[in-house]
Nanobody
């Protein structure tokens, strides 16, 4: 079992920035990537960005150049720096880890961007 605890969501004006954090605990040795997904009302959950244990990153086209994912392996923590936020970035953001026994999810944190 892996537990993921997220923090950092909130309300921000368009053009502003937020940083999300997610710390993993439990059976972390089976993890091979960490990432962020988001789900807006009435829409499917979608990948925002992920990063492998080796530091290889992957971004959705809609956030590339605005968001940056990073991780601190010593702290078992992944970060999502979100800049130039747009109203369409409004969603619940979920931390995710890909693990040898399957994916794990955080509880989600709300990000709201006002126009």
């Amino acid at each position: 079992q892996v537990q993921l605890v997220e923090s950092g969501g909130g309300l921000v004006q368009a053009g502003g920035s937020l940083r999300l954090s997610c710390t993993a605990s439990g059976s972390i040795f089976g993890m091979y990537s960490m990432g962020w997904y988001r789900q807006a009302p009435g829409k499917q959950r979608e990948l925002v960005a992920d990063i492998t244990n080796g530091g290889i990153t992957n971004y959705a086209n809609s956030v590339a150049g605005r968001f940056t994912i990073s991780r601190d392996n010593a702290k078992n923590t992944v970060y999502l720096q979100m800049n130039s936020l747009k109203p369409e970035d409004t969603a619940v953001y979920y931390c995710n880890t890909r693990h040898i026994v399957g994916p794990y999810w955080g509880q989600g944190t709300q990000v709201t961007v006002s126009s």
